[in-house]
């Protein structure tokens, strides 16, 4: 229980640090803190924890209750790490407008997070058939194929998001 709590406390730190929990504008990808306790006691956290945020002004739908589900989504996702609950309002909000691009992202980030990486890079490919445009989707792609053990995919993701936006090259 210790160990759960001590993850938790390093995840909310990071997040806050990182600025993931305010509203920004593309998606930020997060990685886990070092596996590390008190007294050098390990924890395991095993792939990249992500959070994201987006600006209001820059949600794309017209839909204003898809949009409200959509920052429930958020909410559940990157402040309470409620991941499972979060794709309830995604799955809603993309009901509602199918070429919501970001609660697809969103979605991706939730199944990311739960490990479901196959899941969660099918939900990148629809953002991305809808926006290709987004570098910070590229790069999120990419740390999931990256998480997946697939290692050139990745790279091609990188390579993409670094030419739409060279922010995301590699330094």
């Not at 919501?100 to 058939?129: I, P, Q, T």
């Amino acid at each position: 229980m210790k160990r759960m709590i001590f993850a938790a406390t390093i995840l909310v730190f990071v997040l806050a640090a990182a600025g993931c929990i305010a509203m920004t504008g593309n998606p930020v990808p997060v990685a886990s803190p070092p596996p590390s306790a008190p007294k050098g006691t390990p924890v395991s956290f095993g792939g990249s924890a992500i959070a994201i945020g987006f600006k209001a002004d820059e949600i794309s739908t017209s839909s204003p209750e898809a949009k409200a589900l959509f920052i429930k989504g958020l909410t559940a996702l990157s402040q309470y790490a409620q991941y499972n609950e979060s794709l309830a309002y995604f799955d809603q909000a993309i009901a509602i407008d199918r070429t919501f691009s970001e609660a697809w992202v969103a979605k991706g980030v939730a199944l990311h997070n739960l490990k479901r990486y196959a899941d969660a890079e099918g939900c990148y490919d629809r953002a991305l058939a809808i926006n290709p445009q987004d570098a910070g989707t590229w790069h999120l792609r990419g740390m999931a194929f990256r998480d997946e053990g697939w290692p050139e995919e990745a790279a091609e993701c990188d390579r993409k998001a670094a030419e739409l936006d060279p922010r995301y090259a590699a330094g």
